[in-house]
């Protein structure tokens, strides 16, 4: 499964962004498919991920609430809408993909096999 992350932005503090994930091979809807998020000097951290269909969603306890994962099958796609986007959120981030099946973590991306090259998020006035 080979996987692309889009969005690339720099937004103000307050706005929104909405990241795609598309995958170029495969079907995504097979597979429980992560956003994970990587700030300079920090380690990776979970954001949010969906079993397949839209079963099992996690979100990390510093977006909950403002962002939104989901699926669009018609267009082999995950999106990851960030609303009321902080300084904070300032990363590179990436999508990733595993087995539904597999015991995946979504807070340290464990068990997460195929990952996107990634694209930076920068939230500054």
């Known amino acids: 499964l080979h996987l692309a992350e889009s969005g690339v932005g720099l937004v103000q503090p307050g706005g929104s962004l909405r990241l795609s994930c598309v995958a170029s091979?495969?079907?995504?809807?097979?597979?429980?498919i992560g956003w994970f998020r990587q700030a300079p000097g920090k380690v990776r951290e979970g954001v949010s991920c969906?079993?397949?269909?839209?079963?099992?969603?996690y979100y990390a306890h510093s977006v909950k609430g403002r962002f939104t994962i989901s699926r669009d099958n018609a267009h082999n796609t995950v999106y990851l809408q960030m609303d009321s986007l902080k300084p904070e959120d300032t990363a590179v981030y990436y999508c990733?993909?595993?087995?539904?099946?597999?015991?995946?973590?979504?807070?340290?991306?464990?068990?997460?096999?195929?990952w996107g090259k990634g694209t930076q998020v920068t939230v500054s006035s």
């Open positions: 969906v079993g397949r269909g839209h079963s099992n969603i």
């Open positions: 990733a993909s595993t087995s539904p099946l597999s015991n995946y973590v979504c807070s340290t991306g464990e068990y997460f096999g195929s």
């Open positions: 091979e495969g079907t995504l809807d097979y597979y429980a």
